[in-house]
């Protein structure tokens, strides 16, 4: 693909489908808001198309494509599953999907209200989830190992966005995290990228988890981090204690990895606020009441 930057519209996802699915052109087609890899359009009641917007989306797609009809199955929530793929074209140069759509609304425009229910419901499907994966399954990229190997970027975060007062309880959880033992189990499924955006809500609870491109082979606690920024206050015990598996190591390293992830999420919610490209107002707040989540939470 060249380097001109192709605007993708509703005329164009029309004519995609057109052209490679033409039993489904005739279905309403409307944007999606969000995303970040991908765009998003509702095809019909039931569908949605995602198409890749950044280099490296191509490639999450593939990986969705492959692993999610295994996953899905034996996952209690609804998760986005392919159901058609889109070739590149001269119309489009890339590939793209077609996945059946999950209904709700994201947690980064709505709340919790039934904590506890969202809590049971959480730890059920991470315990689903989080079962030992195959020799072919993708490894993380820029996550998935030890806090101690991903200290550069805690760093990074934390003196571009973290409240001067409470820097030292912040930095206290971090250090925590990276003096925590590693993982010593096999390898499990995890999806990666648990945040407000990426998990839905209806009648006040957690009815549905998206966006897969990231999932990778290898520790927990990268999930686990959910607990605080999914999660309202309050509701970690209740998930630990229904999630049953983690053991006090664990929990230090995903109450550290929340804190990174808070942070990155306050810092994506600067940047929307500032009109920088990529930024996401409404992460902003959700990232600093995640942060207070785990400041008020000791390990448990």
Known sequence: MTGIEIEITA???????????????????????????????????????????????????????????VLAPRLPLPVPNPVRAGEPSVRFPKPWTIMTWVPGEPLDRTSISRGDHAAGALADFLRALHVAAPADAPAGSD???????????????????????????????WEDAVAAPGWEGPPVWVHG????????????????????GDLFAGDPAWDLAA???????????????????ADGATIR?????????????????RNGDRGLPGGKPAWGPAGRAALDRVLRTGVL
């Open 143 to 173: 996550r998935g190992g030890h806090p101690g190997l991903h200290t550069e970027g805690f760093d990074h975060f934390f003196h571009a966005v973290v409240p001067e007062d409470v820097a030292d309880e912040v930095r206290a959880v």
């Open 193 to 212: 990228d648990l945040h407000p955006a990426n998990v839905v809500v209806s009648d006040g609870t957690l009815s549905g988890v998206i966006d897969f």
């Open 11 to 69: 005329d164009l996802v029309r004519g995609l489908l057109q052209e490679q699915h033409p039993d489904l052109a005739g279905l309403a087609v409307r944007e999606v808001t969000g995303g970040w890899d991908n765009q998003q359009w509702r095809l019909g009641g039931e569908l949605a198309v995602r198409m890749p917007r950044t280099e490296r989306a191509p490639e999450l797609q593939r990986k969705e494509r492959r692993w999610l009809p």
């Open 227 to 245: 607990a605080w920024v999914v999660l309202p206050g309050g509701a970690a015990s209740r998930f630990f204690d229904a999630y049953e598996r």
């Open 253 to 269: 390293r995903a109450r550290g990895l929340a804190a990174l992830k808070s942070l990155f999420l306050m810092l994506m919610g």
